[in-house]
């Protein structure tokens, strides 16, 4: 039994010397460059870095943990969770935590700014603002952050600028200078506001922090437009027109809608009307048409009416109701382009309420394209009146036409006939002419041979009676010749009377 006890004590002895050893050994930490380790106290914690070797106490918590490795090119965040304090580590470094720090978020690169690029932070333990502008390397502070993060400046040139909010004193400012635009703490960017161009046809109307209008004309100065920006606190006014459409075959009403303006065009315009109106005989009629018109004066415009479209096609519907009704309808068809022009001169002339020049409109004409009868059994008949005045005209342009086709034949056999006149005449003439040269010529010829005949027989025949009696015969003989030679070359019968036979036969011998 002793040995058994001695045996027993001396294991007992062995295995708590073994498991002391174990423990000791066990509480040999070996910490490297980058390691440190958290020892938990009862007081609190404590922590040491390597490089180190050292035996910890086995019965406290022990956390060993590596430094973190910060490149050139990043920050991070680190918290004690003991008084909720920051700090902002920025590499290069191997970052060391103390006891009660670890690191808030994840390693973060640093924001690299370019020249034209800005970044706003705000303190959110202070509330302070700064604005930092490139070309910089920025690392924030502990507490500041970023809520749009890196932004673009604004270049402003000739066609654009910016509005700029400050948010301290609540105004706005409208940047124009050229160049790149960065804002200043307190300060943001509203809008971006593009050169305003006015065409030289055009006029608009800006209205300002104090509610009174200023209209821009592209027609004042030079009359090459003009252009400008738009201030802080005002507004480009934009009206309402009424836009009615072209009237439509077979629908009865006139299609109206409203448009936006903000850019009153000077030109001319042109509104269709679709109006139903009563003759004196009480024929309801629909009558269509064009109302021509334009803008003079934008400032009477504005503070009279914000629809000026509206305000027209409703006067001429009223001055063409008027017109019409003082005519029957007989006479409307015959004459409505005068009633047209009567309503026309009706409403540009009357000046007692000077409803036009009031709102600084001017109409130029008034146009009916067509009408027709409301009533059908009306309309049916007025077809028919309308047909047979067709056909009858038809017929009178018919009869005219073929009265103009007899006249301008008869003209033109006339015409004919003078012509042919003349010709007859001028071949008389010409025959005359060349009878009378032909017997000049035969003339001068019978004279010369006459001449030298006579003068040839001055010797002979000294008497000048008896040469031209000679030359006479000589003529006779030559004549009677020819004549006989002629018939005898063809087939006709010669007739002669005795007296004739015995002349001739006794001048022959």
Known sequence: NKVLAAGGCCGSICCTGFIIIITVLASIKTLGPED??????????????????????????????????????????IRD???????????????????????QGEITPTVVLKKDQYIRYIDRLTGVERVVKGPQTIVPGPWEVSEDGVQQAAFIDTDKAVLVLNKESGMLRLITQRGVFFPDAYEMISETRNLYRVLPHE??????????????????????????????????????????????????TQTISKVAVQRISMHIQKTFFQYEVRTNDNVNLRVQGTIWWRVVDVRKLINVTGDPVGDVWHRARSSLIQAVSRAPLAEFRSNFNQ???????????????????ARGLEIYSMEMIDYECVDEETARTLE??????????????????????????????ILLEKQRTNLIETQAKNDQLQAEKEGEAEGTKLAKGATT??????????????????YKLHNSVKNQNEKTHDLSMGKATLFLSPDELDLKVGTEL
């Open 81 to 103: 969770t003991l008084n909720g304090a920051r700090r902002i580590e920025r590499g290069p470094k191997l970052v060391f935590l103390e006891a009660y720090e670890e690191l």
């Open 339 to 357: 009633i047209v022009n009567q309503a026309f001169l009706l409403q540009k002339n009357a000046s007692a309420d000077n409803f036009y020049d």
């Open 36 to 77: 440190q380790i958290v020892v938990h106290y009862l007081d609190g914690k404590a922590v040491e870095r390597g490089p180190k070797t050292k035996v910890y106490n086995p019965f406290r918590d022990k956390e060993v943990r590596k430094a973190t490795r910060l490149g050139p090119t990043h920050y991070c965040l």
């Open 203 to 252: 006029c608009v109307v800006m209205r300002s922090a104090y509610g009174l209008y200023n209209v821009y004309c592209g027609a004042d100065g030079n009359g090459t437009g003009t252009s400008f920006f738009l201030p802080p606190y005002s507004a480009m006014v934009t009206m309402e027109w009424s836009a009615f459409g072209e009237p439509t075959v077979g629908v009865d």
């Open 384 to 413: 028919l009146v309308v047909q047979e005045t067709t056909n009858r005209i038809n017929r009178l342009q018919a009869q005219q036409s073929e009265n103009d086709v007899r006249s301008a034949k008869l003209e033109a056999e």
């Open 453 to 470: 005949f006579i003068n040839g027989l001055n010797n002979s025949l000294p008497s000048l009676d008896q040469r031209v009696e000679l």
